[in-house]
């Protein structure tokens, strides 16, 4: 270094103080918030992350896992851990009036804050938590205070549309992705609508989730008005699950998400006012469309949340695994992974933000913004959890690490609430221009 210029370094190439960069390390490297790239958030919702992070480390985590080597039968006694999860989240007083009380712009943030960091913990318990709250928010949506007063959401709902011989086309009631020789077909499950009363018969698949232990149901299913059943024409009813007629099969045993309880539900003769009636023939498709945009908005955020725990869970053991001598994550394979993998996350929450943001504060919320949050944060969950695998080698395999366990509950988000595929071809359709036809 010249004399010279050593002489001019208290004057030249310093930055002026009180600049953007005056007070950064040498070498600056910036620190990311609980959930990745996040700005400030106000005062109220901060707490209600550190409420809920704090409640989903604490409870829903080591619940999840242990949940997660029980039977399916085991889950739903009386004595499982699964209880103290659900009286849990209910005792932090997140709960939908609450939620109502916010600015739809605020509301959907929280939601998505609060759902994210239930998927961080637990994927299949938080579907359980959120799937709670669906019959009351159908009513709320549809300006139902009757049913709103007579069943609190205290009450531990379910969502029935889902029946043993109809999937995904349950959601595709203006069969935008039917096959030109295809038909609905028999529908499993049909509500009577009579000029008194209505009557429900037949069963939903084992795929309801909260199917066995839910106190009450809003169940979608094809409508008989004295012609036939016409699943175009459904209807959307509140069922209070000791009703007369009401009965349940097994839990169900599966691979992915062991902690939700989900199970058949049968009605046989079951009969209820038409006050339960939420949605009649002529409004079915709007109560698909809404239930449809809201289940596919949480969806993204429950598995932003499990993507991301995958990524930190294989962020922490690259620091801890040494290979060659050196931590993993010098390795630039390894580095090179898990920044993908954090890019991808960061994407999921992005996507996931924007979409129920803009849908809670439209008029009309655009289902293929919901889709496109649901399809990419469950592909992400999946590709993430398969690469932090990937890190763990052997180790991941095992059940003393939780990365097997996330990757199979990633794999199943990818079916549920609509598998990706066919939320894809009417995601597509609903870009199609009318106006352009």
Not at 234 to 248: F, I, T, Y
Not at 292 to 312: C, P, W
Not at 356 to 382: D, G, I, R
């Amino acid at each position: 270094m010249s004399t010279q210029y050593a002489s001019k370094q208290s004057t030249y190439g310093n930055p002026s103080p009180g600049s953007r960069v005056d007070g950064w390390d040498e070498n600056p490297i910036g620190r990311l918030q609980l959930t990745g790239a996040e700005a400030p958030l106000p005062e109220e919702e901060q707490s209600i992350l550190d409420t809920v992070h704090r409640f989903s480390s604490e409870v829903v985590r080591p619940a999840g896992i242990a949940l997660d080597r029980m039977s399916a039968e085991a889950v739903a006694a009386p004595d499982s851990p699964l209880w103290p999860v659900l009286q849990g989240y209910r005792e932090l007083g997140l709960g939908l009036d609450l939620l109502m009380e916010l600015p739809a712009e605020a509301r959907a943030r929280v939601l998505c804050l609060v759902m994210e960091e239930l998927g961080w913990g637990d994927a299949g318990l938080a579907i359980s938590l959120g799937t709670s709250m669906n019959p009351q928010l159908t009513a709320h949506e549809f300006g139902n205070q009757y049913l709103l007063d007579k069943y609190p959401e205290t009450m531990l709902g379910c969502w029935a549309i889902t029946q043993p011989d109809h999937g995904s086309d349950s959601l595709d009631v203006s069969k935008q992705a039917f096959h030109p020789q295809g038909a609905y077909g028999r529908p499993n499950c049909v509500v009577t609508l009579k000029h008194d009363r209505l009557v429900i018969n037949g069963q939903f698949s084992a795929w309801v989730s909260n199917g066995t232990i839910a106190e009450l149901c809003i169940l979608y299913a094809p409508a008989d008005c004295g012609e036939g059943a016409d699943p175009e024409r459904g209807c959307a009813v509140m069922v209070p699950l000791d009703a007369k007629g009401v009965s349940r099969g097994k839990p169900l045993e599966k691979m992915g998400q062991r902690a939700l309880n989900q199970g058949e539900i049968f009605f046989d003769n079951v009969e209820l006012s038409l006050d339960h009636l939420v949605a009649g023939p002529e409004h079915f498709k709007k109560a698909v469309y809404a239930k449809h945009v809201e289940a596919n908005g949480l969806m993204g955020a429950i598995f932003t949340g499990t993507a991301r725990s995958a990524f930190e869970l294989a962020l922490a053991y690259a620091h801890e695994r040494k290979q060659g001598g050196v931590p993993i994550i010098r390795h630039q394979s390894v580095s090179h992974r898990l920044f993908h993998m954090f890019r991808k996350v960061e994407m999921a929450r992005a996507i996931t933000r924007r979409a129920v943001t803009y849908n809670y504060t439209q008029a009309v919320p655009a289902l293929h913004v919901a889709m496109t949050s649901k399809v990419t944060a469950t592909q992400v969950a999946f590709e993430v959890a398969s690469e932090a695998l990937q890190i763990f080698g052997g180790n991941g395999l095992t059940y003393e690490y939780p990365i097997e366990k996330i990757l199979r509950d990633a794999r199943a988000s990818m079916i549920e609430d609509g598998c990706n595929e066919l939320l894809a071809i009417k995601g597509g359709f609903h870009l199609v221009d009318p106006g352009l036809l």
